[in-house]
């Protein structure tokens, strides 16, 4: 048995058309990279463009909220005042430390604006619930405005928001470790990303390519015969191609991600193995559904606040915070799909790990995963005996898997079927609401399954020599 899996495993590695596929999945990484790279450098630009215009907004802003502060005598010009100009400075020292690559300089700024965020709406809490008035306004205006289009429930998950975000970063100023933007590609950002963003929409493709000829190229070789004629069952001669099949592509994923963790390190640095990020505590105790480790919370709307002395909408700053979807405490996922009416932070259910121990975590589902569309794709090589349309059916389920999945796979499909599970990322850090322990189950089960129908379709198989 052993001989005969080394026998195939050779078999695998003398195909060209086995290298032609590991050089596109080596290109389609080296694009991800080179793409997140650029995107990265774009990014940053826009942020320090978008931190110019908004240093100059605020600090306009706070003057003029002074000057209705020293004519009303309103505290609630006067804490506009007061936080616009904390914004301000927020903007304006990100830009600086944008410019200069000062990770702690960044931090800094952060937890300043945080605090001062913090400071601000638990003020906006006390108006909002009678605690503090404005006398100074007209048939108390402030108080009005703050509960009808901020009640102390949305101030106060506001509130959380930030104080989420000011833990985080003062971890990370407190440990040393380095902001990590979400495009920027450093050793275990690189493999983080790559697990999460790129492999489940290729890693299908790839490795059914690999192995989609694996059993028709004996036919197209005329290598049946001499196969057969050796004194093996055909279930150990289907089980090794199985067994080589996934030795190969385990072996090829694992060392590509490796490899490129290497080079990406050697390049941009490998960040620090112990950085944050989210996991969710249940998803490897339990197969039922869990909600999402990142829940949705109601701003306080206080833009219309502002608008109120103004007359101008400032929604400045929560576009500013809320300007990228996928990007959550520098990795994970940060803000909503309607970004001036709430925010996502993390839920009870959630807890921060290292990076690299959480990159472990992960790779039980990643082995099973190609595992399983290893011996799929032998499957199908297996009953389609023409190389060329098996080629073809291995592409068109690639594909669907991997671009189709969200929208073809629902309810208990989806539940039940082992190509859900391609992003081991999201099963870990709970932002699905399939769990590790399921995903583990299912692809384990699927395995069995699809080696048994290997076995039958195998042995019953007339093939002609």
Known sequence: MKNLILFEIKKILCNRKNWIVCALFFFLIMLFIFSNNEKNKQYTKKDIEACEILEKWYFVKAGNYKKMYEQLGSSLCKNFSEVSAARSQYFHDKKYALNKHDNNALLKAE?????????????????STGEVVDDHLPGKLGTLVFRLLGGPYEINEEIAYYKSQQTFHEYLLN????????????????????????FPSILALILLLLVSDIVSMEKDMGSYKFL???????????????????????????????SFFLIVGAINGFGSSDYPVLKSDVTYSTTKDIPSNIYSV???????????????????????????????????LYSSGKPY??????????SYIEIYKFILACLPALILFIT??????????????????SIVLSILVGIGVGFGRDRLLTGY??????????????????????????ALITLGI??????????LFFRKKDIVC
């Not at 502002?306 to 979807?325: N, Q, V, W």
């Open 111 to 127: 937890i300043a604006y945080e605090k001062a965020q913090i400071k601000y709406f638990n003020w906006g809490y006390k108006l």
């Open 175 to 198: 440990n040393n470790i380095s902001y990590i933007g979400h495009y920027e590609m450093t050793g275990y950002h690189f493999l983080y990303s790559c697990m999460n963003e790129l």
């Open 228 to 258: 057969l004629l050796q004194p093996i069952s055909r279930g150990k001669v289907i089980l090794s191609k199985g067994i080589a099949a996934s030795i190969v592509t385990i072996t090829m994923v694992l060392g590509t991600l490796f």
């Open 298 to 332: 109601s701003s306080s709307l206080d833009d219309f606040c502002f608008a109120t002395f103004s007359m101008e909408g400032d929604i400045s700053y929560k576009y500013y915070d809320t300007k990228d979807i996928n990007f959550y405490q520098g990795i994970s």
């Open 341 to 350: 009416q709430s925010y996502d932070i993390p839920s009870k259910d959630s």
């Open 372 to 389: 399983f569309t290893a011996f799929f794709g032998v499957l199908i090589s297996t009953i389609i005996h023409n190389s060329l349309i």
């Open 413 to 438: 499909l989806k539940r039940y079927l082992p190509f859900s599970y391609s992003d081991s990322v999201s099963l870990y850090n709970g932002t699905t609401c399939e769990t590790m322990l399921r």
């Open 446 to 455: 699927g395995c069995v399954v699809v080696i048994i129908f290997n076995y």
